[in-house]
């Protein structure tokens, strides 16, 4: 009986990750207005692991570069800036959305429209790349 307990418990150690993946959840692309080389990303980031990691670096076929952004309104004038790194707190969650925290697809080669889908991918500083098809819609 004992051997069987101790089994099951090295499987259950097997089983169990060490960090948990963060999850990519609710994505989309702002479809292109007319004559746009650039356009916003928006989703929520999960960090269901109990130690903070770091989206660093964001990649897709459908542009020439992905950045995130900050905006930030100070003393009445909005500015935006790019971030090296996205901090994701351990069991924490990061909603990129539009007026705030977003990423940017810059030099598209083509225009995308509503219903297309683009492969992305997400490096994390621990979890290493996550791979998701993001779809491109109209904004609400």
Same mark, same amino acid.
Do not use: C
């Given at each position: ?7 099951? /418990? ?37 960090? #269901? ?9 964001? /990649?897709?076929?459908?542009?020439? #570069? ?26 924490? /969650? ?6 705030? /925290? ?19 991918? $997400?490096? $994390?500083? #621990?979890?290493?790349?996550? #791979? ?9």
């Amino acid at each position: 009986m004992r051997r069987h307990a101790l089994i099951l /418990t090295a499987g259950l150690l097997v089983a169990t990750p060490a960090h948990a993946a963060p999850v990519i959840q609710d994505a989309w692309i702002r479809e292109a207005p007319p004559g746009a080389s650039v356009l916003g990303a928006y989703m929520t980031v999960l960090n #269901r692991g109990d130690r903070p990691d770091r989206l660093v670096r964001v /990649t897709t076929p459908a542009a020439g #570069r992905v950045e995130i952004h900050e905006m930030a309104v100070v003393d009445g004038v909005m500015s935006m800036r790019p971030l090296a790194a996205l901090p994701v707190p351990a069991r924490g /969650t990061v909603v990129l959305k539009p007026r705030s /925290t977003h990423m940017m697809l810059m030099d598209l080669p083509r225009p995308l429209k509503a219903g297309a889908q683009v492969p992305m991918t $997400f490096v $994390f500083a #621990r979890a290493g790349a996550i #791979r998701r098809v993001v779809p491109v819609k109209r904004a609400p």
